[in-house]
């Protein structure tokens, strides 16, 4: 997918001044090969916020 949506909790005044660019998306492809899989997406966040949902959990990836 091209978007992805996360819901995050955290304090007041910590959710207050997070900026997008301190989330990041990840897919680990460590250690694949060729062929396709269906890989959970893993998310990064401050110490201080916890991920609640993220729509899509997982993405379909393509290793040629």
């Known amino acids: 997918p091209s978007r ?3 819901t995050v ?3 007041r005044e910590e959710l207050g001044t997070l900026q997008a660019n301190e989330i990041a ?3 680990d492809l460590a250690g694949l090969g ?3 899989y269906k890989l ?4 990064d966040t401050p110490a201080a916020v916890d ?3 993220v729509v899509p959990e ?3 990836v393509r290793i040629r």
């Open 4 to 6: 992805v949506t996360i």
């Open 51 to 53: 991920v609640s949902k």
């Open 34 to 36: 060729p062929g396709q």
């Open 25 to 27: 998306v990840l897919v």
């Open 58 to 60: 997982t993405v379909e």
């Open 40 to 43: 959970p997406l893993h998310v």
């Open 9 to 11: 909790r955290g304090s």
